[in-house]
């Protein structure tokens, strides 16, 4: 799938974001075929027709691979990240599988479909 800033996969970005919150939604990422196994892609949040964040991609089976850059003001260092967030399937009652996000925060690990950004994607908004 694309790059980070090619343009061409402007489905790609979060159009649709009104604030600083970032989303994750895995229902949409089953629904682009996002989800297979041994994937990259860039995924992209704009606002007012510029980027706000943007973070890459990696799938495994049954986890996918978050990196980007963050910082929580304007004053503090960028700060890499790069950690995993699992999967899980449930039986749909129509047939086929249902995927889930585990929360990659500490001592969490809830079954939740939209992941938000702040430091860590993670199944509550940051405060
Ligand atoms: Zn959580």
Redesign the pocket.
């Known amino acids: 799938m694309g790059g980070i800033g090619s343009g061409r996969h402007s489905r790609l970005s979060w159009k649709d974001t009104t604030d600083d919150y970032r989303s994750l939604d895995i229902r949409r990422l089953k629904r682009d075929g996002l989800l297979e196994p041994e994937q990259r892609f860039g995924w992209q949040w704009s606002r007012l027709g510029s980027v706000i964040a943007s973070i890459n991609i990696h799938t495994k089976s049954g986890e996918i691979i978050l990196s980007y850059r963050q910082r929580n003001t304007e004053e503090t260092e960028w700060q890499d990240e790069k950690y995993s967030v699992y999967l899980d399937y449930t039986p749909c009652h129509l047939g086929g599988e249902r995927p889930w996000f585990l929360?990659p925060?500490r001592g969490?690990g809830?079954r939740v479909a939209i992941l938000y950004g702040g430091a860590i994607f993670?199944?509550?908004r940051p405060k």
Do not use: E, T
């Open positions: 929360c925060a969490c809830k993670a199944c509550r």
